[in-house]
């Protein structure tokens, strides 16, 4: 499949910009997407923004007569989430924007998904509409009061066809459970409860209850000026319910039961790999903060991303990753100047493809890098619009560390740290995956002949 992204993958279906223009020109802080998600089937696909915005797109079906439109996503649905919120006990603002979206799994005609900010979670339910009654006895057809007097006979109201509507409306809140920000929420195996993870706490909800959850991990320390990591990401495993995963600010990885007791605070298995000391430095520490951890859709390996590589970690084997992937080396040598721009903090996400034979992560200058498990091949690859006409083929991109550069090489010391793909999604059984470029989206495919 790698033969995929450099020779035969990436043909660009679509791209889609929130601002109207180039995306030098009226982009907004707001307009910056900061998660992307596709749902079960992969039909539809959600991203979130700074603003507080859910944009929901779903995919066209085959047309005969436009066959090169395979494929194509389109907009659904556009709605507002959350809006930007003060406490006033803490005298702090709660931003808008949405930190993470997961779908849960399709039961009837309608679609839900869960959305949340720094504070709230929010259960959504996203439903059609193509029908409406007509003929009520006690209402005139403006919606007004009838003059009881009036009505001499007993009307059945019927439904009648009228243009196709799209209604996200608010099914649940939960709310007043976390002090410190939330940076994941994880639906559970058995569609009755999810988690929701900030730096110190994961609590666990179920879904019919909105005015309690039950805490599972709390790290904090009696002593706040004791406290030496925090939490950065956590996931359910994909198919036991009882089972899921935490990562560390300090690279370590921890697996709880909650069979075993009821406050998860001691772990199961621990995962860590022993620093080489070759290595140390001032940045070592930082840079070992784990961003990103995800299950594997089989449930066997653990995934995790910190800022130089990409680690897959086997369940029966704790001591060492038995997979490491380095994203961007040659960054090793810039880590001052990184940190002095903040941009070391910065927290990418990682994801699998469907059958977990290629793993993907973002990078800087709207880089993207693909690794292949079984043939050990990588690519990196860009999404800009300069490049990414539809229909065109993505050519493979190289870094030059030092030396003489050959042409089609691009210098570390040109790359824009200011265009970084941080949040990615890939299709659950096809070879389609959403890249979010600060305030575009783009959605690759692989060729199809």
Same mark, same amino acid.
């Given at each position: ?186 639906? &559970?195996?058995?569609? !009755? *409860? /999810?988690?929701?993870? %900030?730096? @110190? =706490?994961?609590? $666990? ?113 704790? &001591?060492?990753?038995? !997979? *490491? /992937?380095?994203?961007? %080396?040659? @960054? =090793?040598?810039? $880590? ?114």
């Amino acid at each position: 499949f790698l033969a995929g992204f450099e020779s035969l993958m990436q043909d660009v279906l679509w791209c889609f910009s929130q601002v109207k223009g180039t995306i030098d020109i009226g982009v907004t802080e707001a307009d910056i997407i900061s998660t992307v998600e596709f749902n079960h089937t992969g039909e539809l696909l959600a991203t979130g923004d700074k603003g507080g915005r859910v944009v929901i797109f779903q995919r066209e079906q085959e047309s005969k007569n436009q066959p090169h439109r395979r494929g194509e996503y389109n907009v659904y649905s556009t709605f507002q989430s959350h809006e930007p919120e003060f406490d006033y006990l803490k005298s702090l603002e709660i931003e808008e924007k949405i930190n993470k979206i997961r779908w849960l799994p399709q039961q009837n005609a309608a679609y839900f998904l869960l959305s949340t900010n720094d504070k709230t979670v929010k259960l959504w339910k996203v439903s059609e509409r193509d029908k409406r009654p007509e003929g009520y006895n006690l209402k005139d057809e403006d919606g007004r009061l009838r003059d009881p007097s009036m009505i001499t006979m007993l009307r059945v109201p019927v439904l009648r066809p009228m243009d196709l509507m799209v209604e996200a409306t608010p099914r649940r809140v939960f709310a007043n459970a976390h002090t410190y920000h939330i940076n994941s929420i994880s639906v &559970n195996s058995d569609y !009755e *409860t /999810y988690m929701s993870a %900030d730096d @110190l =706490r994961i609590n $666990l909800w179920n879904f019919e209850i909105t005015n309690q959850s039950f805490n599972i991990v709390d790290i904090k320390p009696a002593n706040m000026e004791e406290l030496t990591e925090v939490i950065t990401a956590a996931e359910f495993h994909p198919h036991h319910c009882n089972t899921f995963v935490y990562s560390s600010s300090k690279g370590t990885i921890r697996l709880c039961d909650m069979r075993t007791a009821a406050l998860c605070d001691r772990h199961a298995k621990f995962f860590e790999e022993p620093e080489d000391p070759s290595n140390r430095s001032f940045f070592s520490e930082i840079i070992s903060s784990i961003s990103d951890v995800k299950f594997s859709h089989s449930g066997r390996y653990i995934m995790t991303r910190d800022y130089l590589t990409v680690k897959v970690w086997d369940l029966n084997m704790e &001591n060492r990753p038995i !997979e *490491t /992937y380095q994203v961007h %080396d040659y @960054l =090793r040598s810039k $880590l001052c100047s990184l940190y002095e721009n903040d941009c070391i903090f910065d927290k990418f996400e990682c994801v699998w493809n469907g059958s977990d034979s290629v793993i993907m992560t973002g990078s800087y200058n709207n880089f993207f890098r693909m690794f292949d498990r079984n043939t050990k091949r990588d690519v990196t690859l860009e999404a800009s619009r300069e490049n990414s006409k539809p229909r065109a083929i993505l050519k493979p991109r190289k870094v030059c560390v030092g030396g003489k550069r050959r042409k089609d090489e691009i210098s570390v010391d040109s790359l824009d740290f200011s265009k970084k793909i941080l949040h990615t999604a890939w299709h659950p059984s096809e070879n389609i995956i959403a890249v979010a470029a600060t305030n575009n989206l783009y959605i690759f495919q692989d060729k199809v002949n």
